[in-house]
């Protein structure tokens, strides 16, 4: 997963550098939001999972699907921010929205 992002990173950082994302259509907006993605996944997952291990919430060789779900929860988050600040349509209101609904959806989902 870690060399996934790498990979993600690489390309994100590709695409940022290369090409400028506002003059872009819409397929390379499309795998600038996608690389950005597959990046914060492949961080966050193994944040999460070795935080939780390090905290003593999790034991050793526990399965990944708490550490996935909220990852991945909180990877769509920032891209859906990104993808926000992007199309000049964030602003702080609409981010504290988007973050409450992500940390209500979290406490429904981990009972």
Known sequence: MVAAAVIAAISFGLIVWQIDPYSADVIIFAL??????MTTLGVLVPSVYFYKLRRGLLEPGAPLSASVRQGGVASATL?????????????????????????????????
Not at 32 to 37: D, N, P, Y
Not at 81 to 109: G, K, P, R
């Open 32 to 37: 600038l939001s996608l690389s950005f993605l």
């Open 79 to 111: 891209t859906l921010l990104f993808v926000m600040q992007l199309l000049h349509v964030l602003t702080w209101w609409n981010a504290v929205f988007i973050i409450a609904i992500v940390v209500i959806l979290d406490i429904y989902l981990s009972q």
